[in-house]
């Protein structure tokens, strides 16, 4: 199993700050098959890039990936206000398909 | 645009079989390269995928669940199905149905999500 790890666990940051959230895996994942999740409170998460670097439909374009192999970057330019959540990476290139813990990001 | 609708019981005893569906809107659950998926999160934890099923039928579970899952598509009704078997506290869970596309050699994963249905084990 392909194991995800995320660092750090809780971002502490004000808006219009930058967030670097990092994702590292066990074993190379397979053709970049790597996504990034925002999860809020009482929702359900919404995919926000796959591909490790292609932003999914409707998401704007302070949200970043990067990343290859093992490791694996989410950048917000510049966070706003309705960025503060829980992101979760996630793999798909290998069985069983596995998440990240996650990263909390959180208003300083 | 689709839409994804989980529905099932919120409380199932232990040992029992949980039984849930997703029914699609929007789109066809037999459009070409969609693959159907289920996804749990255990209350305050992370996520864990359960298993899919192509457009084709064919499914692929996850190593940990596989003995106790089932994934079915109903196509006269758009809508797909989970089914996992002798449930216990540990499945506890807000239960998530979701979309993923194949296309070619790109994939785009889950996208969109059910708003989630929570099922608790208890007797």
């Known amino acids: 199993e392909n194991v995800l790890t995320q660092s750090p666990g809780t971002l502490s940051l004000s808006a219009g700050e930058r967030a670097t959230l990092s994702c590292r895996a066990s074993?190379?994942?397979?053709?970049?098959?790597l996504a990034w999740y925002q999860q809020k409170p009482g929702q359900a998460p919404r995919l926000l890039i796959y591909?490790?670097?292609s932003r999914a439909t409707g998401i704007p374009d302070r949200f970043s990936g990067s990343g290859s192999g093992t490791d694996f970057t989410l950048t917000i330019s510049r966070l706003e206000p309705e960025d503060f959540a829980v992101y979760y990476c996630?793999?798909?290139?290998?069985?069983?398909?596995?998440f990240g813990q996650g990263t909390k990001v959180e208003i300083k | 645009q689709v839409q994804l609708q989980e529905s099932g019981p919120g409380l199932v005893k232990p040992s029992q079989t949980l039984s849930l569906t997703c029914t699609v809107s929007?789109?066809?659950?037999?459009?070409?390269?969609?693959?159907w998926t289920w996804i749990r999160q255990h209350p305050g934890k992370g996520l864990e995928w359960i298993g899919y099923?192509?457009?084709?039928?064919?499914?692929h579970y996850n190593p940990s669940l596989e003995s106790r899952i089932t994934i079915s598509l109903d196509t006269s009704k758009n809508q797909f199905s989970l089914k996992l078997s002798a449930m216990t506290a540990a499945d506890t869970a807000v239960y998530y149905c979701?979309?993923?596309?194949?296309?070619?050699?790109?994939?785009?994963?889950?996208?969109?999500w059910g708003q989630g249905t929570l099922v608790t084990v208890s007797s």
């Open positions: 929007g789109g066809s659950i037999s459009s070409s390269g969609s693959y």
């Open positions: 099923i192509y457009y084709t039928g064919s499914t």
């Open positions: 074993q190379s994942v397979s053709s970049s098959f």
């Open positions: 996630q793999q798909y290139g290998g069985s069983p398909w596995t």
């Open positions: 979701s979309r993923g596309v194949w296309y070619g050699a790109q994939v785009v994963p889950f996208d969109p």
């Open positions: 591909g490790a670097s």
